[in-house]
């Protein structure tokens, strides 16, 4: 089962802005829409981006998803403190199965 | 508001089985495919395999054929995850998830330990 390819961790200070790579093939990001979830410490996942850059209501414009060929982006302008924890990426495959990206964990410093 | 209210925790010999429940509220529970996902403490999401609950059709990942079962019981707008097998490598936070993460259950963690 393939993965979808992350940076483990990314940083910024308060303010500034963020972007993380998602990094997969033709048969996922490539022909499928890209989610982006974010985990904050000790919970579940929560949705951030669907249809690779829509967002959910209740989710700040703070955050972006794009995507481009077999490579998606999140990014996270206006840094803020409450934004540390693990971001991960995820596309539906051709195969019929899911992929996850490997997961990035994002320290405002 | 939508919910996916999942089983409390779980510890299991190596070689049994767990069966993990979703009950899902505030939707129609057949008009949206539910998703198994797994985290390992310290590790990344792991998708387990999708249930369409309308017509009972599922999709697993190929690391999972064979030893995990996914169903539903529409009458009270459940669904369930049965993995067989256990090891300790399956301790882990199970989610189950309404599409692909739009909603997210509270998980349940599954522990298997001699």
């Known amino acids: 089962q393939s993965v979808l390819t992350q940076p483990p961790s990314a940083s910024g200070t308060p303010g500034q802005r963020v972007t993380i790579s998602c990094s997969g093939s033709?048969?996922?990001?490539?022909?499928?829409?890209v989610y982006w979830y974010q985990q904050l410490p000790g919970a579940a996942p929560k949705l951030l981006i669907y249809?690779?850059?829509e967002r959910p209501s209740g989710v700040p414009d703070r955050f972006s998803g794009s995507k481009a060929g077999t490579s998606a982006s999140l990014a996270i302008s206006g840094l803020r403190s409450e934004d540390e924890g693990d971001y991960y990426c995820?596309?539906?495959?051709?195969?019929?199965?899911?992929?996850f990206g490997t997961g990035t964990r994002v320290t405002v410093l | 508001q939508v919910r996916l209210v999942q089983s409390g925790t779980e510890v299991k010999k190596p070689g049994a089985s767990v069966k993990v429940s979703c009950k899902a509220s505030?939707?129609?529970?057949?008009?949206?495919?539910i998703n198994w996902v797994r985290q390992a403490t310290g590790h990344g999401l792991e998708w387990m395999g999708w249930?369409?609950?309308?017509?009972?059709?599922?999709g697993y990942a190929q690391k999972f054929l064979g030893r995990v079962t996914l169903t539903r019981d529409t009458s009270i707008n459940t669904a369930y995850m049965e993995l067989s097998g256990l090891t300790s490598d399956d301790t882990a936070f199970y989610y189950c998830?309404?599409?692909?993460?739009?909603?997210w259950g509270q998980g349940t963690l599954v522990t298997v330990s001699s």
């Open positions: 998830t309404l599409g692909l993460g739009e909603v």
């Open positions: 995820a596309a539906w495959d051709d195969s019929l199965s899911a992929v």
């Open positions: 033709t048969s996922n990001i490539g022909s499928n829409f």
């Open positions: 505030e939707y129609t529970f057949t008009n949206y495919d």
């Open positions: 249809r690779s850059n």
């Open positions: 249930m369409n609950p309308n017509s009972g059709y599922t």
